[in-house]
């Protein structure tokens, strides 16, 4: 019960969502690291290639952030509640004679707005203001030999470090 | 094309990566490499650009994720298809086939 409740809040948790993301890029760049190693390339060459090759982690981390914290089913049932909030509010505004009750709408549409505002301004961050250097599509269509290794990212950032020995 | 390097449509991905897991559960690193050995290296998928599609995939109710142990006892996300994610593979295998179709016959025609 108490894994289930730590799993449910790190699902939720920015850092949270964002150490599970790391730890599935992690075992991804030490796979890759381990198929270089086994192609006969030195630890340090197969980890700068496996490198090369995930591409951008940082990037790829935050946009996979974003996309796991909006999905939440916590974040969906807030979003429902907010729009539900609104339209009521908008009925008891259109519906209502009485004025304190069509204050209480007024109310309740501000609330509305305000929320839907606080959860979009808690879902941006420093890297939404950026703008990335991607290609149009994730798939390319290579004719080079299946020994090549292509650099898909020139501004390359790995902050994990495969946990590969040296033996 | 001059570099041996054409981008393909967006959705292509989605496509590959439905078809890749209509059989059986796999995580990130696996999906990335059965598609390279089904395709003998033709295709390359730039391994980090899965995990937007994954995530986004799995945000749609396509695909779900669960952690697990993988082939050499490392702890690993395995991604599986939904009943869901197993239409959209219909769907969008019957729009490749129309969308093949239709510029196979321009081509024939030009």
Known sequence: MQVAITRLFRRFNRRGIELEIEEEFCFHIEMLTQGYISRGMSLEAAKDAAAKCFGDAERIKTECAEISRRSHPFMRAMKSFLILLFLTGVLVRLFSEDFYVRHAGDMLIAVAALGRLLLYASGLSPSSFLSGNETSSPLILDSASRTRIVAYNERKRIPIEPTISDE | ?110
């Open chain 2, 1 to 110: 094309m001059a570099n041996g390097r054409t981008d393909l449509m967006q959705g292509t991905l989605e496509l590959l990566i439905l078809k890749t897991l209509a059989h059986e559960s796999m995580h990130g690193y696996g999906i990335v490499q059965r598609i390279h050995e089904t395709v003998e290296d033709l295709l390359k998928v730039e391994d980090g650009s899965l995990y937007p599609a994954l995530y986004r995939m799995e945000e749609r109710g396509w695909i779900t994720s669960e952690w697990g142990v993988s082939e050499n006892n490392r702890r690993a996300k395995f991604y599986k298809l939904t009943r869901a994610g197993r239409k959209q593979l219909d769907a969008e295998c019957a729009n490749w086939a129309r969308i093949s179709k239709a510029i196979t016959r321009i081509l024939q025609t030009a």
